[in-house]
């Protein structure tokens, strides 16, 4: 019994041994189980062998239980050290090396809260000098005074009747361009015939504004602004044509006859529209689809739209209704009040006094002129391409971020930059003239034009339109050698707040004191 004994022990040790061994702490439990084992059962075997085994299989389970546990402890010990060394890392520095937002170094952009603070404060403080008005001068919109600024006797139109005689200076340019086509005119002659008719649709105009007494500033305006329009767009048709035909002289081909405004045929609700080819384009629709047109810059095929969206038409025809009544609203209410107060300030010759009427004169001023470019260059002029299913609507560009004088006059206004880089700046490169003169060039024509359009209906000659045209060369120059970013940006519109619009508002106070001064 006891031999059996002893040679079971050794074999059951090794087999124990075995079991256990993973780790340590396990070996050591099991070692102290066996011996506990063999003093409590002295020499005698294990009277269940079936249950020990079974007992023996549980506890190398568990074992291997402990050492996946503690593998899996050792394996994650290594991540929770280096959270606990960065959380330490960050309580123990939260500095580091960076600008402060506003700095121009730190690439912050994103300055849209300050945008919309700034557009709160302008309607807050544009909203108390509404209510400041309206307690100082009650409700002075007045609809049907409107009609005085265009008639002075309903029964005498002779604003109307002069844009109704431009139909002539029209035909003339048609016809003469018919008789050069064919050869009946030599280049000579035909020139001479533009000059003169040119002339006449300058001169004509001013003359009877001048001389007729019932024609009101407001409808010489509107008049004289039709007539320039007028003049650059045949000064265009003549050009166009003149190139034309030195095209066909070079080249000697034989013409293919067509005409620019053919009779549509509707497919699905677009329009197709046919190519012409010069001298096809010589005829009274396709004449007067240009003098219609949104553009000053004539050619033989102009970019046309497939169909005439309702929807468009309607919006920006409910568009130009509201902003002119918006217009008429505030030049009442707002303009004319502050006019007539600053006519003592200018009889007196109080300079400061002048200069406070002045700046105050120039807010609303400013205002009243971004609606009505909003007015004419997006609702009025998309209004009648629409109609007229033109095609280009590039009528402006983002002459608000402009940077230099020169962008802003470019991008404002692209019908006019448009004709006077196609029909005098370029020609003018061309024949050798320098670039700098060029640019002088083109804003003395500017000048003039001001001056014509708010001397002559005014009839008066100050010359501060011409003077303030002229000023912006070297306005530019400065602001395009000594400012640049932001800084050009704002002195741009510094020169659109205080400077043109003065000029203009310096016109109307004169023309109020002259003949309002002994009454007021």
């Known amino acids: 019994m006891s031999d059996r004994a002893e040679m079971r022990g050794p074999v059951t040790r090794r087999r124990r041994t075995t079991i256990s061994g993973g780790g340590g702490g396990g070996t050591v439990s099991v070692k102290q189980a066996n011996g506990s084992k063999r003093e409590d059962a002295g020499d005698k075997p294990p009277l269940y062998p079936a249950k020990a085994k079974t007992e023996e299989v549980s506890r190398h389970a568990s074992n291997n239980g402990k050492v996946g546990r503690e593998k899996g402890q ?5 991540k929770k050290q280096r959270s606990v060394v960065e959380d330490i890392n960050h309580r123990l520095s939260c500095h580091v090396l960076q600008e402060s937002l506003l700095s121009s170094a730190s690439g912050y952009s994103n300055y849209r809260g300050i945008l919309n603070w700034c557009v709160v404060m302008l309607v807050l403080s544009n909203a108390r000098l509404f209510l400041e008005n309206i307690i ?3 409700i002075l919109v007045d609809p049907i005074q409107v009609v005085s600024l265009f008639l002075k006797d309903p029964y005498s139109w002779p604003a109307a009747c002069l844009i109704i005689v431009s139909n002539v200076f029209i035909l003339a340019a048609l016809y003469t361009e018919r008789r050069l086509a064919v050869g009946t005119i030599s280049e000579t002659t035909g020139l001479i015939l533009h000059i003169f008719n040119l002339t006449c649709l300058l001169i004509f105009p001013s003359v009877s504004v001048l001389t007729v007494t019932s024609i009101t500033p407001v409808g010489g305006i509107l008049s004289l602004g039709i007539y ?3 003049f650059l767009k045949l000064y265009s048709y003549q050009d166009t044509n003149r190139w034309c035909r030195e095209i066909r002289h070079a080249k000697a081909k034989r013409l293919t006859r067509s005409y620019s405004c053919p009779n549509v045929a509707q497919s699905n609700g677009s329009a197709v529209h046919s190519h012409v080819s010069y001298p096809g384009n010589l005829t009274h629709r396709d004449m007067y689809y240009f003098v219609f047109a949104p553009t000053l810059c004539y050619q033989l095929n102009f970019p046309r739209s497939p169909r005439i969206r309702k929807r468009f038409l309607i919006r920006r025809l409910f568009e130009m209704l509201f902003f002119m009544q918006l217009l008429v609203g505030l030049i009442q209410q707002w303009m004319v009040p502050t006019i007539q107060n600053s006519m003592k300030p200018f009889q007196e010759m109080d300079f400061s006094r002048m200069m406070e009427r002045l700046l105050k004169l ?3 001023n400013h205002l009243i002129w971004l609606i009505f470019f909003y007015w004419f260059f997006h609702s009025s002029m998309n209004f009648v ?12 560009r983002d002459w608000w971020n402009s940077e230099t004088v020169t962008y802003f006059w470019a991008n404002w206004n692209i019908p006019v930059h448009k004709w006077c880089l196609r029909h005098f700046y370029k020609p003018m490169l061309r024949k050798g003239i320098n670039k700098f003169l060029a640019q002088t060039a083109v804003f003395l024509v500017s000048a003039f034009f001001h001056e014509y359009l708010v001397s002559v209906p005014l009839k008066m000659f ?3 339109a011409f003077m303030g045209m002229m000023a912006q060369v070297p306005l530019a120059w400065f602001v ?3 400012l640049n970013g932001n800084y050009g940006n704002a002195a741009v519109w510094i020169s659109l707040i205080i400077g043109q619009p003065v000029a203009v508002l310096m016109y109307v106070h004169d023309y109020y004191v002259i003949h309002y001064g002994g009454a007021t």
């Open 462 to 464: 100050r010359l501060w």
């Open 136 to 138: 100082k001068y009650g």
């Open 480 to 482: 395009g050698r000594f």
């Open 228 to 230: 320039t329009v007028l």
């Open 385 to 396: 391409a629409e109609l007229l299913q033109f095609g280009d609507r590039e009528f402006y």
């Open 74 to 78: 050792l394996t994650d010990s290594p």
């Open 362 to 364: 120039a807010v609303p």
